[in-house]
């Protein structure tokens, strides 16, 4: 079996055994990548620290086509991101952007968009100082860009035309004419800010403090009805801080 060796963020993982467990990880190369790590729950073992949520890593594994969970040979860590997992309300947050890449990543695909979208997303979250809520959308908001899940902003999305001054926002596409209407209004505000979220700079934007919760819950609604998954971490989220 030849060797590889990749950059990941380690998504989420479980036990499998006395000893072990299987972690699945977002890769540049590979996608969403699942490697069975032997020994890592045995005491002193290096690998369980390296392999916790939310780390940058360096792999290295045995690649078998066709085989569902790789053998991991090694891991080193690159970036713990210390201060998302140290406070509560900012680790709560980053589990919604995690868990939507782990949902939009395909296995064995080169996924290097999303994961680069996914890493600027946990360095920046690490250093931030304002909303965490806005940072979360800022992430949420890239990493639909990058899977190709951004919704339509700038035209209505159904009928193609101008929106006119009375949008509304459809959960199957974006934004929508008064003629076609929507699942609920779209404030001009909010639109102005989603469209600085997907397409401005690679940091996340300062926050519009006036729509930032109904800019969180569109996305939220967006994303869950996009991808049909009843998001784990948001449910987790509303017990916690919502």
């Known amino acids: 079996m030849p060797q590889e060796k990749t950059e990941a963020v380690v998504l989420r ?17 590979r996608g969403r990548m699942a490697c069975i790590a032997k020994g890592a729950r045995r005491k002193n073992s290096p690998l369980a620290a390296a392999l916790d949520t939310f780390n940058r890593v360096e792999l290295v594994y045995y690649w078998k086509e066709g085989r569902s969970v790789q053998n991991l040979a090694e891991a080193t860590v690159l970036n713990r991101f210390p201060r998302v ?16 890449a ?13 994961y680069r979208a996914l890493v600027r997303g946990l360095e920046g979250f690490d250093t931030w100082s304002g909303s965490v809520r806005h940072h979360a959308s800022w992430q949420v908001a890239r990493l639909l860009e990058a899977a190709g899940f951004a919704p339509e902003l700038d035209r209505c999305g159904g009928c193609g035309g101008p929106l006119g001054g009375a949008a509304g926002f459809s959960l199957s596409g974006g934004a929508r004419c008064r003629a076609c209407g929507g699942d609920f209004p779209l404030r001009e505000g909010v639109r102005a800010t989603l469209k600085t979220l997907l397409y401005g700079e690679n940091a996340c934007p300062a926050e519009d403090g006036d729509v930032s919760a109904e800019v969180f819950r569109l996305l939220r609604r967006y994303a869950a009805y996009q991808l049909e998954t009843d998001f784990r971490s948001l449910r987790v989220l509303d017990e916690i801080i919502e």
Not at 13 to 29: A, Q
Not at 85 to 100: G, N
Not at 103 to 114: D, G, I, K, Q
């Open 85 to 100: 997992k140290r406070d509560l309300e900012r680790s709560v947050y980053a589990a919604f952007p995690l868990e939507l």
């Open 102 to 114: 782990w949902c939009v990543a395909h296995e064995n695909e080169p996924s290097e968009p999303l």
């Open 13 to 29: 993982g479980v036990d499998f055994s006395e000893t072990s467990r299987v972690v699945t990880f977002l890769c540049p190369v």
